[in-house]
């Protein structure tokens, strides 16, 4: 055996027992790499594999951050396309990153978040380059699983998260709302995903629905807005000057709108009905006649709140106003046919106030709803008496009316007799002066009050915009409207559908000092 | 649906759904546009659907352009989008004549 | 409870001097020409006892200051009688409990 051939023996042994090394180190890696939690550990496994291959340079970028102590001049090379070795002399490595210019290979690998790199020694053995290769190639998969893991904690704690929230906005939006005094209420709120722009609120006597422009989180954050606003405005009664005062900053700046519908709901059946940019609200009556509420007003944020026309309606039992959200009527089919304001209006008049939501429910199954969808229905009680008569231009029925009061009316209810006699002036009013020849009239009773709705076919007129006659003097006409006027605690007037409409709150006249006999 | 539009002058004309998925690029464009001079006109003719967020849009770029004594004029509508406008009270703020 | 009278009854007695109208039901729109033309012209002594009206209108009470004030004119003297709560309550409303001749009950 020549000389040579023991040194090639030898480097050859030394080969084996490198390998060995390697393999020994590999095999603590993989457990290691798999276990991997920070980028400080991956950073330790490459400085171990440096002392390995006895070089004192050992560095790591991933996503574009340095870990270890990493020379200047390492900084400013880039992240190599593949494995690469620069030879020695090719890097500088001197000033200005340090004071001494020393000649040094750089290993250099990608990885697929950065790269790493070794250095240190005057050249990188074919071995030496491979085991490398193989840590680059463990790393990689340990730091994709690294952030897989990442991913996962942030992905579960963002959805914790947004449970928290969701169950926080619930409690502000609640998904239930008591019905108030006199009334039956059925609600159905069904955000389009966790959080909803859609709301409902109540406080006291107020019920507000609405919807805030957009949906998911943007619009429910404006929602919780609302929710406190409301309780503070709900305490005035121009609920809606002190909602557009708290609000309409906000919503200017965040480019949002919000329409709504404000309701103060009287235990009697009398309501104010305001809406501000929302869809109509639909009266329906107990026959299922239907009258439209629509805006007054452009919604709360576009433009500064001017001028609210307050529609006043009396609820006779069985009586329903019913409000949605745009999210039914903007629902699309396969073809991308909206379900449609028409047909909400269809569904109102055939459907109770009972079956209503079930049935809007039942026809939106072929449609898709994106929106938020929102169906409110409340309902006048009506187990309350009320009565209806039809009267026709015949006076020889007016003994009708009284006789009808009394279904709703004990003999010594305070307002019997000021009803009967208001109610008969009013009937008599529209069959001489307005030519009425059909009639109806809605009666119920409330507490010490009689609320009633007359609505007649005669030519439109406003009977309270006639002055009526003073009283006590001696005039052959005239008495009519002062009898009205002094029973009628409330009096409203509306021309709908070509007939005039009364409603009247009426009850025992407050006594009239009486001018002693002449 | 991506936003598709063309631009005549002082004229922008939109077509397809305006709702939550564009009205960001509706934004956009509205502000882009208004960087010329003058009043602003939309027609809407060819939009068969448009939802409170692009209203929303509609509703800023309209009051942006106030701000320095414009408007933005909606010229036209398809029967939808002028129900909306009625619904909302917004008609007659963008110069569409309530048709109720 | 007994349903109202739905119509009027009217009784007249009637001699040169004396008239006695008594009405009984409902004085209201569609009784008023009935009973005016029972009880016109009046008489130098009237009486309306009113004792069995249930119900009185606006018309009723207009009839009844038309019969008042025609008596003023020709100087004749009416009387109005036995005035039911309901009809008290109509004249109260309206301000003419006093200043229609009503006999006060006693």
Not at chain 1, 249 to 275: D, Y
Not at chain 1, 468 to 491: F, K
Not at chain 3, 33 to 41: D, G, N, Q, S
Request: hydrophobic content about 45%.
């Amino acid at each position: 055996m020549t000389l040579t051939d023991d040194a090639a023996v030898t480097e050859l042994l030394e080969q084996v027992a490198d390998l060995s090394d390697h393999l020994v180190f590999l095999q603590r890696l993989i457990p290691q790499a798999l276990a991997l939690t920070d980028e400080a550990q991956a950073t330790a496994l490459v400085r171990e594999a440096a002392a390995l291959i006895s070089t004192p340079g050992a560095a790591l970028q991933v996503g574009g951050v340095w870990h270890g102590d990493t020379p200047g001049w390492l900084r400013a090379l880039e992240r190599p396309a593949a494995p690469v070795v620069l030879p020695r002399g090719s890097v500088h490595t001197g000033a200005p990153y340090t004071a001494a210019w020393r000649l040094t290979a750089v290993l250099a690998v990608p990885l697929e978040d950065g790269w790493l790199a070794l250095w240190g020694k005057r050249e990188f053995m074919a071995v030496e380059r491979n085991l490398i290769g193989t840590l680059a190639q463990l790393l990689d998969a340990a730091l994709r699983a690294l952030r897989q893991r990442r991913e996962a904690v942030q992905y579960e704690m963002q959805a914790r998260d947004r449970q928290r929230a969701h169950a926080v906005w619930r409690a502000v939006t609640p998904a239930q709302l008591r019905p108030p005094e006199g009334y039956h209420l059925t609600l159905r709120s069904q955000p389009a995903s966790d959080f909803g722009g859609d709301f409902q609120f109540q406080e006291g006597e107020w019920l507000v629905v609405g919807d805030v422009s957009g949906k998911g989180l943007p619009a429910a954050i404006i929602t919780a807005m609302f929710a406190s606003a409301f309780t503070v405005a709900a305490r005035s009664s121009d609920l809606l000057s002190k909602l557009s005062e708290a609000l309409y900053g906000h919503l200017e700046q965040s480019g949002k709108f919000c329409t709504l519908v404000a309701l103060q709901l009287r235990p009697n059946g009398q309501v104010r009905v305001m809406n501000v940019g929302h869809p109509p609200v639909l009266l329906r009556r107990a026959d299922g006649t239907l009258k439209e509420i629509r805006a007054s007003a452009p919604p709360l944020g576009t433009f500064p709140l001017e001028h609210v026309t307050e529609e006043l309606v009396v609820l006779h039992p069985g009586d329903a106003l019913l409000l949605y959200s745009d999210g039914l009527f903007e629902a699309e089919d396969a073809r991308g046919v909206p379900f449609g304001l028409d047909r909400t209006r269809r569904l109102a008049a055939e459907s109770g106030p009972e079956t209503f939501i079930e049935r809007a429910v039942s026809a939106l199954t072929p449609y898709t709803v994106t929106d938020d969808l929102t169906l409110l229905v409340l309902q006048r009680d009506p187990a309350v008496p009320s009565v209806q008569l039809h009267l026709t231009g015949d006076l020889a029925r007016l003994p009708e009316i009284g006789a009808a009061l009394r279904t709703v009316l004990a003999e010594e209810h305070p307002a019997l007799m000021a009803a009967e006699l208001a109610l008969t002036e009013l009937v008599v009013n529209a069959v001489r002066h307005g030519q009425a020849r059909h009639l109806t009239l809605r009666v119920h009773q409330a507490g010490a009050e009689v609320l009633a709705t007359l609505t007649d076919d005669g030519q439109a007129f406003d009977p309270r915009q006639v002055a009526a006659g003073t009283a006590g003097e001696l005039r052959e006409h005239g008495y009519g409207l002062l009898i009205v006027q002094r029973c009628a605690r409330e009096w409203q007037y509306a021309r709908v559908n070509h007939l005039n409409r009364q409603t009247l709150s009426l009850g025992a006249p407050a006594p009239l000092s009486s001018s002693p006999c002449p | 649906m991506p936003l598709t539009y063309t631009r005549t002058g002082p004229g922008l004309t939109l077509s397809g759904r305006l709702d939550a998925q564009n009205a960001r690029d509706l934004r956009e464009v509205l502000t882009e546009h208004a960087a010329q001079p003058g009043d602003l006109t939309v027609n809407l003719a060819d939009v068969p659907f448009i939802d409170s967020s692009a209203l929303a849009a509609l509703v800023s770029a309209l009051k942006d352009l106030r701000r320095s004594g414009r408007t933005l004029r909606i010229t036209q509508a398809s029967a939808p989008v002028r129900e909306l406008l009625s619904l909302t009270m917004l008609g007659r703020v963008f110069g569409l004549e309530d048709l109720r | 409870m007994t349903r109202p009278p739905i119509t009027l009854d009217i009784s007249v007695q009637r001699d040169a001097e004396q008239c006695c109208v008594r009405l009984s039901g409902r004085l209201d729109a569609h009784q008023v020409p009935a009973f005016l033309a029972a009880a016109e012209p009046p008489a130098p002594q009237t009486v309306l006892d009113l004792s069995g009206v249930t119900f009185i209108d606006s018309s009723g009470l207009a009839a009844l200051v038309r019969l008042v004030r025609a008596a003023q004119a020709a100087g004749q003297h009416l009387e109005i009688t036995h005035v039911q709560d309901s009809v008290r309550l109509a004249m109260e409303i309206t301000g003419l409990y006093g200043a229609l001749p009503v006999r006060r009950a006693p």
